[in-house]
């Protein structure tokens, strides 16, 4: 791997987003009991006094073990927090620190690296390992987040700064997104790319279209209703398995209210659907089948970042080879264009934020709900993992990939070039989709 400079911040800047990464990790638990903080075992999460202890020594190994060649802070910290060595069943009953002193753990490898980015030239290596343990980070505080919804915790107390209120309302209708050969991927001049993303590639995509907007609760609500859970043909042979075992009828955190109407648990708090938000903690068995329902189809990973990345080129045939880092352009992202960074601790309508809004009036394909693509996570040519060997190697080929983030997404972390991937019965994730069609 070739470590370059990142202009992606300053050091000093990377100082703040550790402090502020590890904060957020401490502000997402800070009000839950200890037995909160163990939690039941299930496969889906992690006892959160672990993971957030997994955060500390992340950070600890990549950065003061593995670059600076410090001893370990803990002795006991590889048999603790190793997530590739240390079963996951078994950290329910691992020795675990008090709160106290795992607290303790993670300010300490925090003051060290904010000290190793403030004193004395950091390299470059230093900065890759910093902004990677940065990151790994912004990926376990949305993973706290889901973690809240899935146990139906109250939503996290966090000193957030509200966005400017919206319009919202629906997002109807297609764009048109023409054909033509998309690069798919991070290019070598990005500022930081995950090895996934390495590197962009060319991708016949042909002229398609695709919704403006995710789908609704509304939206798939008539799915539910119109009896789409029981019907064997909109569902693959996988996803009707999946749903008889688990005997799925509705989204995972709807219920029934009476009077053919529906209520959705958000966090710790059940309420009337709210028709214009996306589906949300949907699967992708489920999305796929509410394609089939609807006569549409999930768009491929490529299709989706043709309709986010990229502007028809200049004649009118194929893209430009510019690619936007955002679907607005490459300025950085912001209340006015996406609803990312726990800014309203859940999402808007389909409808609002139009600034955000993609070449091809695509809405929010930044934050709000990931969105599930039709493809199946797997490397792009020529691939070789990073330092971080188990982020993606071991992940190909049996994951799906989903798009975009989604509202407790940091928005530093990510791009139109970002993959993200989950198994596809996985309901707690922030996802939803949106479909797209043949064209006209
Ligand atoms: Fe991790």
Redesign the pocket.
Known sequence: MTVTRSPLVTPDELAGWVRDARQRTIDLVADLPDDRLMGPLLPIINPLIWEIG??AW?QEKWVLRDVCGEPPIRPDGDALYD?SAVAHDTRWDLPLPSRAETLAYMRTVRDRVVDKLQHGAPSDLLLYHVIYSVF?ED??TEAFTYTRQTLGYAPPRLAVEPPPRTAGGPCPGDAEIPGGTLMLGGAPEDPFVFDNEKWAHPVEVTPFRMARAAVTQAEFAAFVDEGGYRERRFWSDEGWKWRESEAAEHPVYWRPAGSGRWERRHFDRWAALEPHLPVIHVNWFEADAYCRWAGRRLPTEAEWEAAAATEPAPGGRGFAVRKRRYPWGNDTPGPRRVDMDWGVMGCVDVGALPDGDSAYGCRQMMGNVWEWTGTTFEAYPGFTPDPYKEYSEPWFGSRKVLRGGAWATRSRLIRTTWRNYFTPDRRDVFAGFRTCASPS
């Open positions: 997994h955060m992340f997530s790994h990926m376990h």
